[in-house]
C-alpha cells in the first residue's frame, strides 16, 4: 500500500507547489493597530477580505497586504462569537477559494493550512483532519486539525487537497489546529452582505 | 468565480482519500476505553473478544466500561497487564461481536514509511499523520523489558491517543502507540512486540520477567587479574545489594562476589545480566564468579518477577 503511495509522491508534490500558489494568490496579510498581523482569505471579486475578529480591532487602523502592496481597508461586520469578521480593501483581487462543506470530512483526510506564522509570509503547513466537533444541533462547529499552526495563522485558509476551503483558522488547543467551518463563514458573509443591502 | 487547485490535484486528492479510508478501516476495530478520569484512552480489537491498550491508561482494576466502534457500550474485564512494556489485555464481556484490527505489512516498514495514529478518545475516531522517524534496535524500557524494536515516531500522539494503533496507509496495524513509555517521546510498540507479551498476559495473566534478586555494580578489571584467571574482557558486575529471600540469597551468592558469566555469557553491563536472564526462563542458570581471588560456579534457578508484582 506504502509503495503505491511513495509511487505518486513526486506528483503529490508537485501538485503541492500548485496548492501552494493558488493559496498565496487568495489570501492577504492583515494588520490592525498594536495586535500584530493575521491572515485574511479575498472573498470575491469587490475586495471582500474574511479574518478572525481577533485580528481586527474595533476602533484601530486597518490595513492590508496583497503583493507587497499595504492598502488601507475598513471592518464591514463582525460575528464575535464565530470570532469571524468581514473587511473590505477595495482595490484588492484574488481568486477566491471554492467552499466545500465540512460535514463531508473524514478523519485522516489531508489538509493544508496558509498563512503568516509569525511573521513568515506565505508558509504553507500539512496535516490531516483530526476530528469534526459539533455543536448541539449535530453541525460541524469546529475543524479540528493535527497541523502546526501559530499566531499569524490565524484567519488563514485550511483547505482539502484539491484546495477547497474547509475553515478558517483561529486558534490552538492541546497542540491541535482549531478552525471554523467554511460553512459558518459562508453565512456570516451572506447575512453581513443580506444586512447591509437592506 | 471560484478556484480549486484545479485537475493536477488528483495524486494530492487520492493520497488524502486513501488516508482517510485507512482511518476509516482502522476506526472498525478501535474501542474508547473508560478507566481514568477526564479523557478516555484507546485500545485495538487485537483478536476476538480481546482488547489490547496502554496500562497506564487503565488506572481502575475492576469491570471496565467501553465504547465499541459501533457507538455501542460494553463491559469489558482485565486479562492481565504489563507495566514494564505499558500494555494491557482486557476480554471482553458478554458476545459483541467486533472484528480483530487488520494487520499491515511490517516488513516493507522503514524510515520514513507514512503512519497514521488513530485513536477514539471518545465516541469518534481522530488521527494524527506523520513519519517513521526511527526504528530503535534492542530497546529497554525504564522498567526493564527489552523490546527488539521500537518505532519513533514524527507525529503527535495526542491525549487519548495511548493504547490506540498506529496504521499504514492502507489502515493496517504496524504498532500500538504510547506516550508514556518513554516519558513524552511518542513512541510505538511493533505488533510482534505485543503479539508475545498478549499470549502470556492471557496464559498466565503476567509476562514471565525472571530475576535473581541482586544490585550490580560495572568494575575495571586489571589486566594482570584478568591475564591470571583467563577472563576475558576487562570488566566484571560486582554484587552491591542482594534481596531478602531472593534465589542469589538462597544460592548463596555474597555481597562483594564479582559476577563474570551467566549462562556462558560475559557479563560486562547490567543490561548483560538481564539479557542472559531472560534467555534463560525458568531454568538454572550458572553463574561464574570471583570471591575473593577465586574463580567458583554457583547454579541459580531465577524466580519470576511478573508474579510477585
Known amino acids: 500500500m506504502n509503495s503505491a503511495i511513495f509511487g505518486s509522491a513526486r506528483a503529490a508534490s508537485s501538485n503541492l507547489n500548485g496548492l501552494a500558489e493558488l493559496l498565496r494568490e487568495a489570501v492577504v496579510e492583515v494588520r490592525s493597530g498594536e495586535l500584530g498581523s493575521g491572515t485574511g482569505i479575498i472573498w470575491g471579486g469587490a475586495g471582500l477580505i474574511v479574518t478572525n475578529a481577533h485580528c481586527v480591532r474595533r476602533g484601530s487602523s486597518l490595513e492590508v497586504d496583497a503583493n507587497g502592496k499595504w492598502r488601507e481597508a475598513r471592518a ?123 | 468565480m471560484s478556484a480549486s487547485a484545479s485537475g493536477a490535484a488528483s495524486a494530492l486528492s487520492e493520497l488524502s482519500s486513501q488516508l482517510a479510508s485507512a482511518v476509516q478501516a482502522a476506526g472498525n476495530s478501535i474501542v474508547a476505553i473508560h478507566a481514568r478520569r477526564r ?49 494491557i489485555v482486557l476480554r471482553i464481556n458478554g458476545n ?38 526511527a526504528v530503535g534496535e534492542g530497546w529497554r524500557t525504564w522498567q526493564g523489558a527489552r523490546i527488539d524494536r521500537v518505532l519513533r515516531l514524527d507525529l503527535a500522539v495526542y491525549d487519548g491517543f495511548s493504547g490506540g494503533p498506529l496504521v499504514d496507509a492502507g489502515g493496517g496495524v504496524l504498532a500500538i502507540n504510547n506516550s508514556a513509555l518513554a516519558r513524552g517521546t ?24 525472571p530475576f535473581i534478586g541482586v544490585a550490580v555494580q560495572p568494575v575495571a578489571l586489571s589486566a594482570a587479574l584478568s591475564k591470571q584467571h583467563q577472563i576475558s574482557g576487562d570488566s566484571g558486575l560486582m554484587i552491591v545489594s542482594i534481596a531478602d529471600n531472593s534465589p542469589a540469597e538462597k544460592g548463596g551468592i555474597l555481597l562483594g562476589d564479582l559476577l563474570l558469566e551467566a549462562g556462558g555469557q560475559r557479563l560486562s553491563r547490567p543490561d548483560d545480566l ?15 564468579i570471583l570471591r575473593g581471588g577465586v574463580l567458583k560456579t554457583i547454579s541459580i534457578t531465577p524466580a519470576d518477577r511478573g508474579e510477585r508484582e
Open chain 1, 76 to 198: 464591514l461586520a463582525y460575528h464575535p462569537q464565530h470570532d469571524l469578521a468581514l473587511i473590505a480593501a477595495p482595490s484588492v483581487t484574488g481568486p477566491m477559494l471554492e467552499v466545500r462543506d465540512p460535514e463531508s470530512l473524514r478523519a485522516g483526510e489531508l489538509v493544508f493550512a496558509h498563512g503568516h506564522p509569525l511573521g513568515v509570509r506565505d508558509a504553507l503547513a500539512m496535516g490531516v483532519i483530526h476530528t469534526v466537533a459539533r455543536d448541539r444541533s449535530k453541525s460541524p462547529r469546529w475543524v479540528v486539525a493535527d497541523v502546526r499552526l501559530a499566531p499569524g495563522n490565524s484567519g488563514g485558509p485550511l483547505v482539502d487537497a484539491e484546495g477547497r476551503l474547509v475553515g478558517i483558522n483561529s486558534m490552538v488547543v492541546n497542540g491541535l489546529g482549531v478552525a471554523i467551518p467554511s460553512t459558518l463563514v459562508q453565512q456570516f458573509v451572506e447575512r453581513a452582505l443580506a444586512q447591509r443591502a437592506a
Open chain 2, 186 to 209: 511518542p513512541l510505538a510498540l511493533p505488533a510482534q512486540a505485543v503479539d508475545r507479551v498478549v499470549e502470556e498476559l492471557l496464559e498466565r495473566g503476567h509476562v514471565r520477567r
Open chain 2, 96 to 133: 459483541a461481536t467486533v472484528k480483530a484490527a487488520p494487520r499491515g505489512d511490517y516488513s516493507s516498514l522503514r524510515v520514513g514509511t507514512l503512519v497514521l495514529a488513530v485513536g477514539r478518545p471518545g465516541k469518534n475516531v481522530s488521527a494524527s499523520f506523520g513519519i517513521v522517524s
Open chain 2, 39 to 87: 479523557i478516555p484512552s484507546s485500545g485495538v480489537i487485537w483478536r476476538d473478544g480481546v482488547v489490547v491498550s496502554a496500562s497506564h491508561t487503565v488506572r481502575s482494576e475492576g469491570e471496565i466500561s467501553i465504547t465499541l466502534p459501533n457507538g455501542d457500550s460494553a463491559k469489558a474485564t482485565i486479562a492481565g497487564r504489563d507495566t514494564a512494556t505499558d500494555l
Open chain 2, 274 to 288: 538481564l539479557d542472559a536472564l531472560a534467555s534463560k526462563q525458568g531454568e538454572p542458570i550458572s553463574l561464574r
